[in-house]
């Protein structure tokens, strides 16, 4: 590993790494490998397309028995959406043209409008970590003082907002079958509206076709279930990502993207079958610092640098935790509970 000098936080014996001096290092591995990129593209689209056909030969014998097949095709699904991810990030093929068609087509598989998601997205990226952007592609989070400062309703609509079944029951439903038909948002620019209405007449295309072979119930029943289950998985991979206790949170004047890339990223550490079916996307905080890499390559740079794997390291069961921190404690610098909170606002030490 490339020579840098590095500080140690004397209460974990961890480097303190300045994220920029990271850039550099981070930028040779940048470089997508043509052939590896469509291996990735064939190993997670046929097993999505067999198990989608095996999923409905389940269903003409039992509905019950077709749903483990789709909660499998859609870890699958969730694979296909992470490469229309890189692709949005211009990190899956050299050529941008390659990177926008290939997003275009498997936003028609993932019910994502590439052009609208990729807008959001970039400002997610732009804007991770600053309590001054709140609002656009991320998970709405208050300050303990923000929340002391609303009245009753606005405590209980928050807490319904932030609920694990709205967040990952319902939330999937809005989002993917309701809120990415519209460019919301974006309504007065015609390049969104024409991702939208785009992947919208290509979908209804695509399920008209399947829909008159196998029939339209047939096709719900495995299209909802295998959708919205990867959506839910999909939503929790992202809350996870940045809704971990330690995470990094700074008012505009004090707000750095790359601390915040970093530090406000989590790192979460699956087992070896989950990490592949999640496309490495747990190694969120590099991918933070530079989304231009491949998620193909992220584990390379673990391997290189573990200096890097050392930072906001998140297990599986630890990320499960992560639903019971709601609230940012500007003094504590940390994701705490309402109970947590509770306790802060009753000694009145609030920042």
């Known amino acids: 590993m490339n020579a840098m000098n590095h500080d140690f936080d004397a209460d974990t014996d961890q480097p303190d790494i300045a994220a920029r001096d990271w850039i550099r290092t981070l930028s040779q591995y940048r470089e997508p490998i043509l052939w590896r990129s469509i291996y990735e593209i064939g190993i997670t689209a046929l097993p999505f397309i067999v198990l989608w056909v095996i999923a409905y030969q389940a269903y003409t014998i039992s509905f019950w028995l077709s749903l483990p097949v789709s909660l499998l095709a859609a870890t699958f699904l969730v694979r296909l959406f992470l490469i229309q991810h890189d692709c949005g990030h211009m990190a899956f093929f050299s050529n941008k043209k390659a990177n926008d068609w290939v997003g275009r087509i498997l936003g028609v598989v993932t019910v994502t409008p590439y052009e609208m998601w990729k807008k959001y997205h970039s400002i997610h990226h732009g804007a991770s970590g600053n309590l001054d952007q709140r609002g656009i592609g991320d998970v709405m989070t208050l300050t303990v003082r923000e929340y002391e400062a609303r009245g009753w309703w606005g405590r209980l609509s928050y807490r319904a907002y932030r609920h694990p079944l709205t967040m990952f029951v319902v939330g999937p439903v809005y989002v993917y079958l309701l809120m990415n038909r519209l460019p919301l948002g974006l309504m007065d620019q015609a390049k969104y509206w024409v991702s939208a209405m785009g992947t919208n007449i290509a979908m209804l295309a695509v399920g008209a076709a399947i829909s008159w072979y196998i029939g339209v119930v ?20 992202f809350f996870v990502q940045h809704q971990f206790e330690d995470t990094h949170w700074d008012t505009e004047d004090e707000w750095q993207v790359h601390e915040a890339a970093l530090h406000g990223s989590s790192h979460l550490v699956l087992p070896q079958p989950l990490q592949w079916l ?14 231009r ?6 584990s390379e740079v673990l391997k290189d640098h573990p200096d890097l794997g050392e930072i906001s390291r998140l297990t599986l069961r630890e990320s499960l935790a992560c639903v019971k921190l709601q609230l940012w404690d500007e003094n504590k610098r940390k994701l705490v509970t309402y109970a947590e909170a509770r306790r802060v606002m009753m000694t009145g030490v609030i920042a």
């Open 278 to 291: 999640s496309a490495n996307i747990g190694i969120h905080h590099v991918h933070h610092l530079y989304s």
């Open 293 to 298: 890499i491949p998620y193909y390559r992220l």
């Open 218 to 237: 047939a096709f719900l029943a495995i299209f909802l279930p295998v959708t919205l289950m990867a959506a839910a998985m999909g939503i929790w991979l």
